[in-house]
């Protein structure tokens, strides 16, 4: 039975390319051959309705997380062969006022991805998280064996960096001693400006082999994906956008082999 890996995408600031990257390193690794689930954690819905799913439909994460049904009652096929999403909807921050009253308020979803995992149907789960540490991306972390962080190539972006990654920790000495660091990843990156090239250099020389390789650069393919319902490798397969997150999965894949 082959391993799952469940890997969370997170940063609790916003406009870094979380959901892009969520949603483009899904589709690549599918491409490759990987049977992926994408688990929309978000209530903005933005890789639901990214990859054409209805952010208002019936199937959602909200039940699962409250125990009321199972993963295998939501799970939707997308367009693309070997990709699935677990899809989210606007009232799911609702959710976490109803978690919190639970004993088991930070296990909620790794309790409920236990028979996912377990199955071995997936190689990979991904987990688009909310831009904020609240209950669900606590959740996240609880669940996960690594965490991809999305990190834009500006000057702000790197004050957060060092919240999520002391969270990192917080999670490893309570909920789940398993969790790692799998990877920073540069989004957005400029080629015209020194700022980008200086964050880059700054975070490559603090966490070293905690960075990926791969840059994924500003591209507009990638912003207007989202809005056809597709990722880019069904809006714009011949762009920059789609060759950076194709090497992305393969640095991905290499990194979990």
């Known amino acids: ?30 491409a490759m051959g990987k049977s992926v689930l994408l688990v929309d954690l978000d209530p903005q819905a933005n890789a639901t309705s990214g990859l054409g799913l209805d952010k208002r439909g019936e199937k959602s994460i909200y039940p699962v997380l409250l125990g009321e049904c199972g993963f295998e009652d939501i799970i939707q096929a997308t367009d693309r062969k070997k990709l699935f999403v677990a899809a989210s909807e606007l009232d799911l921050a609702g959710a976490e006022i109803e978690i919190a009253r639970m004993d088991d308020y930070l296990f909620r979803l790794r309790q409920a991805l236990e028979p996912v995992v377990e199955s071995g149907k997936y190689h990979h789960v991904i987990l688009d998280c909310p831009p904020s540490l609240g209950l669900i991306t606590l959740n996240a972390l609880t669940a996960a064996d690594s965490l991809l962080v999305p990190l ?6 790197l004050e957060g960096l060092s919240v999520i990654t002391d969270m990192v920790i917080k ?25 980008s090239k200086d964050v880059v250099d700054e975070v490559r020389n603090h966490f070293q082999d905690g960075v990926y ?10 912003s207007e994906a ?22 992305l999965a393969k640095e991905f894949a290499k990194r979990h082999r």
């Open 226 to 247: 989202p809005s056809h319902g597709m990722s880019v490798f069904g809006y714009a397969p011949v762009s920059t956008g789609a060759a950076a997150y194709l090497e």
């Open 1 to 30: 039975m082959k391993k799952t890996i469940v890997s969370a995408v997170a940063n609790q600031k916003g406009g870094v390319g979380k959901t892009t990257t969520s949603i483009n390193l899904a589709a690549a690794l599918a």
């Open 152 to 157: 834009q190539c500006e000057y702000y972006a």
């Open 171 to 195: 999670i490893q000495e309570s909920t789940n001693p398993e969790l790692r660091l799998d990877g920073i990843l540069f989004t957005m990156f400029d080629t015209r400006t020194n700022l």
């Open 213 to 222: 390789q791969t840059v994924i650069p500003r591209n507009v393919r990638l």
